[in-house]
């Protein structure tokens, strides 16, 4: 079906990063749970570890634009999201998935996702389509029209994934995005995202080092609120060597980066 | 000639989302050909084509009733463009990510125009198909993909293999050069 | 080469010759023909049936790919199996309009002013004397479904609507106007049998229901909706059936009063709206 380009849409990039972000400052509650992070992304899929209480969830919030920074700069795809901005073209090319991923029992898979294709002000025509080839994308499409309350947990969370990935968007965001999913469908959801690195900026927020490793382009490791490494995941690997805890050169790796921040910061004190 | 049947593509796309096998079968005989013709005029793999219009028809199999109520005034033959040429899209990110491998090269365009072309100028109007013709190929690409085939910028680095960028940049070539044309 | 079904404008087909080389993918048709051909055949079947002759007739490869999407597409449609499926229009629609869980606090406003209703009744037969608990308690009403509108705890995919384009207050007041729309006509029609007309308590139920929704964007839906009850509760509702006096405050002469506030909580409400795109912090 012929279309015409807008001339918005052909308008050289103007912003080196997708996302990026200075001495960026988020609040949860009464902690400042991200505290002075500074990020670039570009496209790709960035693995963010870190343990629990990081600030994690909290920045992918952040970068999903629903939790205002109280400090530093933000900007998705070269705009702003600091101060008072129309957010709304921002959130159409976002995909999110929270980590609490909460669904309609008494929905269906495919009317979920147009439920959420239609908050996501997809033109009405296109949102079948969409609909039809996120849950294929997903290998949802025998259980499509099945109700939400009858998939087991792994298929529900990629529910979740299909809604986040209906509107093609420019970035994605997975906050736990494997949980409670077999060995299998993890491979698949790998393979899903290396199809996506090309030109999407996907981050995926984990605990499971696994998973980062073998689908992530880079690791970010995340601790207090702050970024404490970043690179391949190799280079993840290579922070391990020698005898440590950790099943993984990579979780020896992780667990060394920690150890030392931490000593780092206790010096510091 | 072969007699038209009386119902449109339209119809037919109703009575699939009612289960109507038949309906499926007329509709994949009256638009494969075209569908698989165009397609490889995209795409030099046959396999990648033939995998693509099967998971293109399995699309309309399956959604059809969701698609036949979103029916607002669209075209169910374009209907069925816009799920192939997203779905092409889709396979060829697949084979980039497995076998790291470019997407597959477009057969090779030439650029001869031939005298029965002429019946075709009205459609098209002659300063425009002028400029058409005119315009390099690579730029002519972008403009296929994306005003033809409807594809999206992203869509469209995908299938023909260039960064983003560059397809932004022949974008806005083609379209300055179309300007010159017709004024 | 006629026919009277769809073509393009000019009635022009597309001519044989050119049609057999664009079906053999022939590298030598001109730009703007070819562009012409395929805007043509996607919306002129004749064409395209043609167009599937001359597949047949001068095409074998093209032959072989048809051969294998038809095999491999009568497995896959026979794996399927099952009828594509009905769809059901209600869910979809219902929830761009009400919020989820809806139903069970709807149904608990509607219970009260039932309630309500009967006790005005019973009043009336006996001695009539206490002020209409309809009329008390009308403007606040709304208050438990309109909490619906808007809350992490309600509305299980609360996050990803809050991440939506689409959340803000247009969202919230089309949630919120469902409500309206349910509460209204019940108060009006209870309203009727306890002698308490709309005129008196429509505009005090605007100015609760705003109101509710300017709080909330400071204190969160759930706490202003709740305070706003206890407050009117407090300060009219409890005053006037122990004085077994209409209240002041739902006199006809207050209504400017509430006119004024109702615009005024109406602006608060347009000011902060971007509360409703993010989530609520501390929670």
Not at chain 1, 162 to 181: C, K, M, R, S, Y
Not at chain 1, 189 to 195: K, T, V, W, Y
Not at chain 3, 18 to 36: F, K, P, Q, S, T
Not at chain 3, 82 to 98: D, F, H, I, N
């Amino acid at each position: 079906m012929a279309r015409t380009a807008g001339a918005a849409e052909t308008a050289p990039t103007t912003y080196a990063w997708t996302i990026q972000a200075e001495r960026l400052r988020v609040r949860a509650g009464r902690r400042m749970a991200v505290d002075g992070l500074h990020l670039a992304m570009g496209s790709g899929v960035h693995g963010l570890l870190g343990p629990n209480g990081a600030g994690k969830t909290t920045l992918v919030r952040a970068l999903a634009t629903v939790l205002r920074p109280v400090g530093g700069t933000l900007a998705l795809l070269g705009q702003p999201v600091n101060g008072r901005v129309d957010l709304r073209k921002l959130r159409q090319v976002i995909g999110y998935l929270p980590q609490e991923f909460g669904f309609y029992p008494r929905f269906t898979v495919r009317e979920f996702v147009e439920y959420i294709a239609w908050l996501k002000e997809m033109p009405a025509p296109e949102v079948p389509g969409a609909v039809q080839r996120a849950v294929e994308r997903m290998g949802l499409a025998d259980r499509a029209d099945d109700r939400m309350k009858t998939l087991s947990g792994g298929m529900l969370r990629r529910a979740g994934i299909a809604q986040a990935i209906v509107n093609d968007p420019q970035i994605l965001l997975l906050d736990e995005p494997t949980a409670g999913l077999d060995p299998e469908q993890r491979l698949q959801f790998r393979a899903l995202l290396r199809e996506l690195a090309a030109d999407t900026c996907v981050l995926v927020s984990t605990h499971l080092v696994e998973d980062v490793v073998a689908a992530c382009t880079d690791v970010m490791l995340m601790d207090a609120g702050r970024l404490v490494f970043r690179g391949a995941p190799a280079d993840l690997e290579a922070a391990g060597s020698g005898p440590g805890d950790g099943d993984s050169p990579a979780e020896r790796g992780y667990a060394a980066i920690l150890r030392r921040h931490r000593e780092q910061a206790e010096d510091a004190r | 000639m072969g007699a038209v049947s009386p119902l449109d593509e339209e119809q037919l796309v109703r009575l699939i989302a009612c289960g109507d096998r038949a309906a499926f079968d007329e509709l994949y005989r009256r638009t494969s050909p075209w569908l698989a013709v165009r397609l490889r005029r995209r795409c030099g793999d046959d396999e990648l084509v033939a995998e693509v219009m099967q998971e293109t028809y399995l699309a309309v199999w399956r959604a059809a009733e969701a698609f036949a109520g979103a029916s607002v005034g669209g075209s169910a033959v374009g209907w069925v463009w816009t799920i192939a040429a997203r779905r092409l899209v889709d396979a060829l990110r697949r084979r980039a990510r497995d076998a790291r491998v470019p997407p597959v090269a477009l057969p090779p365009e030439q650029v001869v125009p031939a005298a029965e072309d002429e019946a075709l100028r009205a459609t098209v109007g002659d300063e425009m198909g002028e400029a058409l013709r005119r315009l390099a190929p690579e730029l002519r690409q972008v403009l296929q993909a994306m005003v033809l085939d409807g594809l999206t910028v992203r869509e469209t680095a995908v299938l023909l293999g260039v960064p983003e960028g560059t397809v932004k940049t022949r974008a806005r070539r083609a379209r300055i050069a179309l300007r010159e044309a017709l004024s | 080469m006629r026919d009277d079904r769809a073509g393009d404008r000019s009635g022009v087909h597309v001519p044989a010759e050119l049609l057999d080389r664009y079906a053999v993918g022939a590298a030598g048709i001109a730009a703007d023909a070819l562009w012409a051909v395929e805007a043509h055949l996607e919306s002129c079947a004749p064409c395209r049936d043609r167009l599937g002759e001359a597949v047949h007739r001068r095409s074998p490869a093209t032959v072989v790919v048809l051969e294998r999407v038809r095999v491999g597409l009568d497995a896959a449609v026979a794996r399927s199996g099952r009828m594509p499926a009905r769809r059901r229009r209600l869910p979809g629609q219902a929830v761009r309009w009400a919020a989820p869980a809806l139903l069970p606090r709807l149904a608990m406003t509607i219970l009260v002013v039932l309630v309500a209703l009967g006790l005005d009744l019973a009043d009336q037969m006996t001695e009539g004397r206490l002020p209409s608990l309809v009329l008390l308690l009308a403007p606040v009403a709304p208050l438990l479904g309109v909490t619906a509108a808007w809350s992490r705890g309600l509305d299980p995919a609360h996050e990803l609507v809050t991440a939506s384009p689409r959340a803000g207050l247009a969202l919230v007041l089309r949630r919120t106007l469902a409500v309206l729309a349910v509460v209204i006509p019940v108060l009006a029609a209870a309203g009727l049998l306890a002698g308490a007309s709309p005129a008196r308590w429509l505009l005090p139920c605007l100015a609760f229901t705003i109101g509710a929704l300017a709080l909330g964007e400071v204190i969160g839906l759930h706490r202003a909706a709740r305070g706003l009850a206890l407050l009117w509760a407090a300060v009219v509702v409890a005053p006037s059936l122990v004085a077994a006096e209409p209240p002041v405050l739902l006199e006809p002469a207050s209504l400017p009063g509430w006119a004024a506030l109702t615009i005024a909580v109406a602006i608060a409400l347009v000011v902060r709206r971007d509360a409703y795109t993010v989530l609520a912090s501390g929670r």
